[in-house]
């Protein structure tokens, strides 16, 4: 308990130095081209927005900076972070939350599988080392080292224009829109099953490389032997004492990616016109959107913020040793 | 009692298949009493682990068992070829008529599990039909005869030092009162006092439950003392086998006697301990 109380600690800290960071950086920066744009379209803006995004982008340098820097986070709390220039001045906060849960969605699903079915398989061919299961990894490791666009044009190619069994783009179809019903969930699955394959094909060979590897310098510790030599069952020994310890460096890993997960895999966005979080950034960076790419990053660290928690959490739970450790 | 057999190696030879082959253990023979402690003693990469090993059939890839049999001679009366026995039948004589307590004290646990679910390990495989509660009895008194006490059942192995480790391992070895124990250098990683305390243990153990014992090590006085009979391997063979108050004062082979003269002896003369050939006293002589 008071570990967990000690990292969390440690991450309300991450956190307030990301978003000091995010407060200091717009305020360093040479050239303005907020007041620009504001000055060319000042009739389409209400005071308050004009307000809003003069605190978010450090022009009220008029008022001290203490007093600014109450303003940032108190606009912050509220959820306001201004307005997309290009997304005909919708508030930020409402773009970012139309986008952010189709790329955690997509991708976080798929990110899930690829973990499970991954060490699922390196745990086995790293169990069965030397047999023929071993062909399995130049197969995964093919996959992921495949450029991603290629291998998502080909998947097109192949499973949408020539078979026809999945739609090529979009994460439902044209003409409908999200409701919470059976006929459009099934559009959503249909559309989503593409680019989650190829996100999972892509990103699996990682998995089961790193999986087996670790298997293979598990297999060689004496408690395995030991655990052989009480006589138990195979499937124990494999399960309770080698992958549970070789599955430990993986936990990182995961984290890892958890946390890219909303940055989004642009690629894969692109690929697949999905729209995501990833095709959001690059949007609003050809459109110069500058209050939405502000949100856009404040969002992805905190993201990884949390996948970062997660993993901690995760790991104290499984390693006994690292509730030991300071911090 | 004393005298019956407990298990009953032949002709037991093995090959590490690897390029040139390397005879890890070439024709061993010997028999084991009820009750007694065979010592194994030997220098580093003679064969004393690949053939407890090969006992209990734990050897992996490339190792390779060319000939030879093991037979193990149950207090039931019914003689068992361990050689001969399938894999699940294997697994079943493993730990509950021989169990082992191996070299490395501190590798020897699983880090992520708590100590009384690796031993509870034991008896949820071999003992199926025991109940929860017992089985947390079993546990809780197996840790309080070794000495460490039923209140470490919730600790993990990096919470206890070296020697309650392989104090542990030693209870795990005794959970299912099997008839004989392998001991492959169990106090190797220890320093001398917690060894004489670990030692001291099993041979109280052994008094109160009587099982045999193969202790391995390469620490000649050690077994000179514990022992009843020592086994002396050298290449894979073993080239003397006999009492362990024969072996000290009348040595037949001279590998056994530079084994004994290794040690340096606390009442002898100053020179008096001298290794392989080169005249090492001159060399401190003349540095000083």
Partial sequence: MRFLLRRLAFYAFTAWAAITINFFLPRMMKGDPITAYLQKHQSEFNPEAIDSLRTLFGLDSDKPLIQQYWDYWGQLFSGDLGRSFSKGLAPVSEVIASALPWTLGLVGIATIFSFFIGTSVGTFIGWRRGSRADYVVPFATFFSTVPYFWMGLIVIAIFSTRLGWFPASHAYDKGSSPEWSWDFIGQVVAHGTLPALTIVFASLGGWVLGMRNMMITVLDEDYVTVAEAKGLSPQRVMTRYAARNAVLPQLSSFALALGFIVGGTLVMELVFSYPGVGKLLLDATNAKDWPLMQGLFLVITLAVLVANILADVAHAMLDPRTRMMES | ?288
């Avoid at chain 2, 209870?171 to 004489?196: G, H, K, Y």
């Avoid at chain 2, 670990?198 to 041979?203: A, K, R, W």
């Fill in chain 2, 1 to 288: 009692m004393t005298t019956e057999t407990l298990l009953t190696v032949s002709d037991f030879s093995v090959v590490y298949d690897v390029d040139p082959p390397v005879e890890a253990v070439r024709h061993v023979s010997l028999e084991l009493e009820r009750g007694e402690i065979l010592g194994l003693a030997g220098e580093s990469g003679c064969g004393k682990t690949t053939l407890a090993y090969g006992i209990q059939r734990l050897l992996k890839a490339p190792a390779v068992i060319t000939s030879g049999h093991t037979v193990f001679h149950d207090e039931s009366g019914e003689d068992i070829d361990i050689n001969a026995l399938d894999a699940d039948a294997m697994r079943a004589f493993r730990w509950d008529k021989v169990s082992m307590v191996f070299q490395g004290a501190m590798n020897a646990l699983n880090p992520v599990a708590t100590i009384g679910r690796q031993l509870e390990d034991v008896f949820l495989t071999h003992r199926p039909g025991m109940r929860r509660a017992e089985r947390r009895e079993e546990c809780a008194g197996l840790l309080d005869l070794v000495g460490v006490g039923r209140e470490r059942l919730r600790s993990y192995p990096h919470e206890l030092s070296g020697g309650m480790r392989q104090r542990v391992m030693i209870a795990m070895a005794m959970a299912l009162r099997p008839q004989l124990m392998i001991m492959d250098e169990p106090t190797t990683a220890l320093d001398v006092l917690v060894q004489r305390e670990i030692l001291e243990q099993i041979s109280d153990l052994r008094a109160k439950l009587g099982f045999s014992v193969i202790f391995i090590t390469h620490d000649l006085p050690l077994l000179l003392e514990i022992s009843d009979r020592i086994a002396v391997m050298k290449d894979g063979v073993i080239v003397e086998l006999a009492s362990a108050l024969d072996l000290y004062s009348d040595p037949q082979h001279e590998y056994t006697r530079r084994l004994l003269a290794s040690f340096p002896s606390l009442t002898g003369e100053r020179g008096d301990f001298v290794r392989g050939s080169e005249p090492q006293a001159a060399t401190t002589e003349a540095s000083r």
